[in-house]
């Protein structure tokens, strides 16, 4: 439940109480009344809960949080609509407007109505209607009483300064719209982080405040701004690559931010291909909240890079209902870094680390495999030239090559192995091409070294993964190099399952094809057989776990079908499931590196209280 006496206390804490009461009386008032409808339905209370993830709060506590905010957040004050403009000022015609073509598409209707009435009459009527409206809504003073140093918005209104200048009058709030005015700032966007008296609000397309610049409107001023404000940019830039952003009352369909937003993740993705001692810590964090989400939205903006947030919402009779819900986030996320309710369900710590527990070993057999590239491609040309780096690689690898390691050429046809001590290498052999194996296929497509998902081995039904180096040669693909290791043999995630049971953790790591590497809560145990039929193997050398019981598993748990589903946003998901009315689980879900593997760490929550 909302709590107000709370949240005045914490608006209380946040404004210093320089401004007069009466400020912090019209924040409340505003609250009050968007919830007066429904503050005696307890039922109503619980559908406005929702799940801030626990590290976006922590970048919020600690000053790492920017808000982006689009024109969702000024709809409540009564600015008119884009489309009303147009019609109703600019006298464009509604066919325009009711274009499915163009419905999705402002910059090309200002540019329609540019041509229209002239671009001076379009820049005048939107600074004097724009800049007319000077009361601003809940949710904006809610966003100046977060106190982030670092602000965003595509919004030509006034209506966050005048909130700033209610809330935090103590606060020197400096306003840049083009790079005359980043080299005007007194202080480094550093030093104005780590101040208690300054903060900074980026309006990227200009400010009605400043009748002698251009509102970014049309397809033209786009052009010209984006690419002529460069250190404007370069500052946008170098935030989205390092920050938490959060986009509020924004739609996503501004064609240059979406191209930052793509920018950065392509420097942090081009980042994650260098070796790990010289890899940049930094990463962006990209969350958003989205009215209109379908089962599958959180899906398409994970394949964004974006983390999507479903705001409370509720069947109300009032006329906005998305600004009540954004003004009730808002709140929310007061109180939340406040109280600092989500510090005991913060997963993302234990998950970066148990991820390179996983991911560090495996990237190491890698380097293994390709500190023998030579050997092995020699191997290759000469099928005379000796194999004895083959027993060293065996030993090398350890753990990870539990079921052998195999030299094949550029039609999988097996030109070298080595088998673990126990196994019967007669029995191992084979003639047999592995061209088909998916692995392989991989390997011949994909090219750069990987560790492959899960499948059942042809020897002993055991589940299986491949550490594969794919070896090139002047005239391309030339075969592959790899180690074989059963699931259960591998004893590193076993660890890190116990670590996890001991806190009520679950621990699932699963493959591209949603079957789970280890069994989630220690379901069954891995144990040995005698491998081959008829070759009589030590069970101990084929410890693992039966691919048909891990399969069966995998298809019935549902919190591993739920992560199967999964698609991870750069390099975290926070996510919740329902379960049932009154049980969720909330998931933090990372990918492992030279996999296509996901781990996941999952807290079941009873009480949604503690969002």
Known sequence: MLDLSALRTALDANTGFVVDSQVLDYVLESINKDLAPIENDADAWRKFSMLWPPRLVHAYRNRHLIPFFGSGVSIAAGLPSWNSLLVDNFGLSSEFIEDKELQNDPLTLAELAAQHVGIDK?????????GSVKKPTSTHVLLCSLRCPIYITTNYDVLFEEAWKLLNTGIKLHVVTNDLWVDGLPNSVAQIRNSNDQALLIKIHGSTDRPDEQLVLTRRDYRHHYRSNTKLFSLLGDLLSKEHVLFLGFSHRD???????????????????????????????????????????????????????LPPTLKRTAVDSRSTALSLSMAELVLAGDQDTHSKIRLDDKLREFADQVGHP???????????????????????????WMDK?????KELASQGVWLLNDAGVVQSYRVAAGQDSSKRGTKKSFSERPYFRQAKTYR???????????FNRNSTFFICFPLMSANGFAGLLFAACQSGTWQVPFHIAKECWKDDLSFVLIDSNGIVIVPPNDEFSSSGNTGPEGANEDPLSNIGYSFENILSLSR??????????????????DDIATVSSDLRIYSAITEVRSTRWKLCLSRTIVNLDIF
């Open 362 to 388: 495996l990237e190491m057999a890698l380097s293994v495999l390709e500190g023998f590239k030579n050997s092995a491609l020699t191997k290759l040309s000469d099928s005379t030239s000796s194999d004895a």
């Open 393 to 397: 690689l065996l030993v090398d690898l």
């Open 556 to 573: 019935r748990d549902f919190l591993v079908s739920h992560v199967a589903r999964n698609i991870v946003p750069l390099s975290q998901d």
């Open 448 to 458: 750069k070294p990987f560790v492959s998902d899960t499948t059942m081995s042809t």
């Open 122 to 130: 379009l820049q005048n009527t939107l600074h004097t209607r724009y």
């Open 255 to 309: 064609p240059e931010v979406s191209r930052l937003v793509e920018n950065a993740i392509f420097e942090y993705e081009k980042e994650q291909l260098k070796p790990t001692v010289s890899r940049s810590n930094d990463r962006p964090h990209f969350y958003s909240l989205q009215f209109n989400m379908m089962s599958h939205s959180p899906e398409v903006y994970a394949a964004r890079g974006l983390v999507a947030l």
